[in-house]
């Protein structure tokens, strides 16, 4: 039974990283209607800018503390919402009223130079990254263990979570993203800055992919160029899973994927854990294609 | 291509890489290997052109399928010993055609469910179905998991690599232009109103996938067969990416154009050597500005599709 537990906990703390990056997946989905392929390699290189600030951090603020923690997240998730921001500019912009298949590939194409320029630029070796916050085991019952990264993560997850609420239901621009969600033309006939609220979309997205990626390599803690493949389509399978579009559907599929994973590896095979979350996209596509919290969308000709 | 010329052209090739093939004793062998693999990328490029280009079904998962038709060739093929040229050939060709069957029905399996959905959803799907593939032969321990499998014969030869290149692209280029193969075309162009005409979409789908799976698992056997040693890693979503970019270089839909982006593709790392880490991100950026520049391909005398 404890193992149980202890599986399920592992399972959280991985399923909220998960949903930290489906969030980004799913609203832009839901402004733009296409997949950012590119979003898993926005969670790498927020890892990778949490590598290089940690020790600039160090100079500065006692290390490995809360605040050097709070202080390398925060920074690497502005970075990397700036980076979300100017990808959105240069690829998406431009293609914004083309087929969507070529906005697609771009997307890959994004993908792949920022998984092989990271490679040029970081080396291809994974990289130790450094303590930024002190790790302590907090409980240690029977065989049961919790270290204070995990409750960490899904502390800062949980408050994450609660910020994007804020944002999406009490907020003017929030008022924006779900007005253009629902309908693009009507929402700029209404006097909205659609490019602002993209743009708005990306940064709060990748930030969160960031956020991800800085806790991620907290409790993995070795990093590489190709760290966001995995993880980023695990992620956009959370996101179809609760259904994509909606932001409480992304975070439970999330949380399902990765206690899903982590049960299947610890019970019955560690090496298929990488299909799982595959098989959960194909089942979850035959049986319910709008996903567990979706709306059904009709097709008009 | 001028469908008329078709049966001409067929035959013309199959006859030259025999003869070419007759005198590859006097070819360096490091280019022959090239060749080799040309011949491969041109079978890969223009069967996933079927689906991707002409049926309009963005797949991610071509690799696997390869995957499916190298290990089925090389399983077979490594139960023979020594033999003459007829006796292997007569082998090489069942172990080829058995591999591209398995391959086609992977397709199949994968096609029926998944090619009710649409555009975004289908790239993932099918990806994911590529690495299920990669996964399944990485806990095969019969043909050695995740350490690969060695193929005992080098039965690639440029005959079997330039014939069935030339195979592929009559099978692709007649099934176009014959009446039932403008279904396709209908279907790429606007689903809905290819099925108020009367054709079955998730048919038509299904059937392309089905004979570009079929050629995938050919040119796995080939690939197996000139490497003569293959892994589950070898055919992970970078390989059909590159693929892909194969495709999308040459022009979705334009089979000569795809040729020609085959060929270039197969080079290009040959001449970049010296730059090998460069490759990938001139491959990437070549895909971000083709996307933003020309979304129609390079060799594609078309203008951009209207809006």
């Known amino acids: 039974m404890s193992e149980f537990i202890q599986q399920l906990i592992n399972g959280l703390a991985l399923g909220s990283i998960l949903a930290l990056i489906a969030l980004g997946y799913t609203m832009v989905y839901g402004i733009l209607r296409f997949i950012n392929f590119a979003h898993g390699d926005i969670f790498m290189l927020g890892a990778f800018a949490g590598f290089y600030l940690a020790p600039k951090v160090a100079t500065v603020l006692p290390t490995p503390s809360i605040g050097s923690g709070l202080a390398v997240m925060g920074i690497s998730m502005a970075i990397c919402a700036g980076l979300g921001i100017v990808i959105e500019r240069l690829a998406y912009r431009p293609l914004r009223s083309r087929p969507k298949l070529t906005v697609l590939i771009t997307a890959i194409g994004v993908s792949l130079f920022l998984e092989y320029t990271g490679q040029f630029v970081f080396g ?27 409750i960490i993560v899904l502390a800062v997850t949980l408050i994450l979570l609660l910020a994007l609420r804020f944002i999406v239901l009490k907020t003017k621009i929030g008022m924006a993203m779900r007005a253009l969600a629902f309908n693009p033309e009507a929402a700029a006939l209404m006097g909205i800055n659609t490019d602002v609220v993209i743009s708005f979309t990306f940064g709060l997205g990748s930030a969160l992919a960031a956020a991800a990626g800085i806790l991620f390599a907290v409790n993995y803690p070795a990093i590489d160029p190709l760290m966001g493949i995995l993880p980023g389509l695990k992620a956009f399978v959370a996101a179809v899973l609760g259904g994509i579009g909606n932001l409480p559907g992304a975070a439970l599929g999330g949380v399902i994927i990765g206690v899903t994973e982590t049960l299947v590896a610890g019970y019955i095979s560690s090496t298929y854990r990488d299909a799982i979350a595959f098989g959960i996209l194909i089942l ?18 | 291509m001028n469908i008329r010329h078709a049966k001409t052209f067929l035959l013309g090739a199959i006859a030259l890489s025999f003869l070419v093939s007759l005198g590859a004793n006097h070819i360096n062998s490091y280019w022959l290997f090239i060749a ?8 890969l490029a223009v069967s996933l052109n079927l689906i991707n280009g002409y049926t309009g079904q963005f797949s991610l998962g071509h690799a696997g399928f390869m995957a499916v038709g190298a290990y089925t060739a090389a399983v077979i093929t490594n139960q023979f ?9 007569a082998v090489f060709l069942s172990a ?5 069957l398995l391959a086609a029905v992977a397709g199949l399996l994968v096609g029926i469910p998944t090619l009710r959905l649409r555009g975004d959803y289908l790239a993932i799907v099918t990806l994911g179905f590529g690495e299920i593939i990669r996964v399944i032969f990485q806990n095969m321990e019969k043909v050695g998991g995740a350490r690969g499998l060695s193929v005992i014969h080098d039965w690639t030869n440029f005959f079997w690599a330039f014939g069935f290149a030339a195979v592929t692209v009559y099978v692709v280029t007649s099934l176009v232009h014959s009446t039932y193969g403008r279904g396709f075309i209908a279907v790429r162009d606007d689903e809905v109103a290819a099925s108020a ?5 998730t048919k038509y789908k299904v059937t392309a996938f089905v004979i570009g799976a079929f050629f995938a698992g050919i040119a796995g056997g080939l690939y197996a067969h000139s490497k003569q040693f293959i892994t589950p890693g070898g055919f992970n979503f970078m390989q059909s990416i590159a693929i892909v970019v194969m495709v999308i270089l040459g022009g979705m839909g334009n089979t000569i154009g795809v040729i020609i982006a085959a060929v270039l593709l197969t080079l290009l790392p040959e001449f970049l050597r010296p730059v090998a880490e460069y490759r990938m991100i001139i491959y990437s950026l070549l895909l971000i500005i083709l996307m933003l520049t020309r979304p129609q391909g390079l060799f594609s005398l078309r203008k951009s599709p209207a809006k």
């Open chain 2, 96 to 100: 080829l055609f058995a591999g591209g």
């Open chain 2, 81 to 89: 010993g020594e033999m003459n040229t007829f006796a292997s050939g």
């Open chain 1, 124 to 150: 291809a070796a994974p990289k130790k990254f450094p303590e930024i916050i002190p790790v302590y085991p907090i409980m240690k019952l029977g065989g049961l263990s919790v270290t204070s990264n995990q």
């Open chain 2, 36 to 43: 080799y693999d040309i011949g491969i990328n041109i079978i």
């Open chain 1, 284 to 301: 979850i596509l035959l049986i319910k294609p709008s996903g567990l919290l979706g709306k059904k969308e009709i097709e008009k000709v």
């Open chain 2, 197 to 201: 005409m009367g054709i079955n979409p």
